[in-house]
């Protein structure tokens, strides 16, 4: 696979980025630049930004192509792995197009399992701790199957995922193309859009504009966090693990807290934060979410880092910036 590079002697690999400028997908490109690869960055723009990717424009070995996966995707010259990362993952946005979200994680997932095949590549999906749903196991092994409700709102994302998964795995079964497939729990770090719904990013957005922070339910429910930088050096190892372990892994930082502990670190690190403000709980929000990451310590050697407080530290840093940005223009009027 790849070439060699005659600078460094390293091997030089041809990898397509699917959601390339989404916010993993641009900090994936980001890496693979960094170890000397060439990147084709596919994206739709639906939910990515071109800001995310702009620095790496005129970067010698990568390439944008904007594109929708749902359509057949066809690229000049060969591929050596490929990294599906094409869907919207928050709430907000899978869910204001629902058919779209679901048609990216089957067709979409098709198109690029397809391609992969054509070239010989190495193909990993990015799935989802979504697929256990709303868990009755506790934290969550990859040999749980889950608690979704098939017909509820998120439905389209979390059923989405677990069609891809099977996708992948039939090919695999039947020899035709080498998948990977990683369940990835709460991510977060820069470049997480300010709109997106998630809870890291909603917190610190309120709480620089000087808001209440919005907690939805009684704030007990648990969630896991896990740095951007974290999670791509999983990618990169289960992309790297031979042999194929046949079978998903779930990437994730099994630190575990509630809601209402995340608010406190918040308001604790940015001083404009004003109180937190109680809602009504979304349908099918899971009331606990911590992975089970023994797998990915035994076959990738693999655990994350960077502890909570500090991943906040370069997120606050980033969003503020970001925020200080939008505000200039109007002071300037």
């Not at 196991?137 to 099977?166: F, I, L």
């Not at 922070?213 to 648990?222: F, S």
């Amino acid at each position: 696979m790849g070439s060699v590079d005659t600078r460094t002697g390293r091997t030089k690999k041809r990898v397509l980025v699917a959601g390339g400028a989404g916010f993993v997908g641009s900090h994936l490109c980001d890496a693979l630049l960094a170890e000397g690869h060439a990147v084709v960055c596919v994206d739709s723009f639906l939910t990515g930004a071109r800001s995310n990717v702009a620095p790496l424009e005129n970067h010698p070995d990568f390439k944008l192509i904007q594109h929708d996966i749902c359509d057949v995707l066809s690229i000049d010259g060969p591929l050596d792995e490929v990294y599906n990362l094409a869907c919207a993952a928050s709430p907000p946005r899978y869910q204001a197009d629902p058919v779209h979200t679901m048609m990216t994680s089957v067709v979409g997932t098709r198109n690029l399992l397809d391609l992969a095949e054509r070239n010989g590549a190495r193909f990993l999906m990015a799935s989802t701790s979504e697929v256990y749903g709303d868990p009755e196991v506790h934290p969550q092994p990859e040999d749980y199957r889950g608690n979704v409700n098939c017909t509820g709102p998120r439905a389209c994302y979390d059923e989405g995922k677990r069609a891809a998964e099977a996708l992948c795995f039939d090919l695999l079964r039947l020899g035709r193309v080498d998948t990977r497939v990683v369940r990835i729990f709460n991510t977060y770090g820069p470049r997480m859009q300010a709109d997106d719904g998630r809870i890291v990013s909603n917190f610190i957005n309120q709480a620089l504009r000087g808001e209440a922070l919005t907690i939805y339910g009684t704030g007990e429910q648990t969630r896991s966090f896990c740095h951007v930088s974290d999670l791509v050096k999983g990618l990169l190892a289960m992309m790297a693990v031979e042999p194929n372990p046949k079978a998903p892994v779930n990437l994730g930082n099994p630190g575990e807290f509630t809601v209402n502990e995340l608010a406190d670190l918040v308001r604790e690190m940015i001083p404009e934060a004003a109180g937190v403000v109680y809602r009504p709980l979304p349908q099918d929000d899971p009331q606990r979410r911590r992975p089970d990451i023994a797998r990915a310590k035994q076959l990738l050697g693999w655990e994350p880092r960077i502890p909570l407080k500090q991943g906040l530290e370069d997120t606050i840093a980033w969003f503020r910036l970001a925020y200080e940005a939008e505000k200039r223009p109007i002071a300037a009027a």
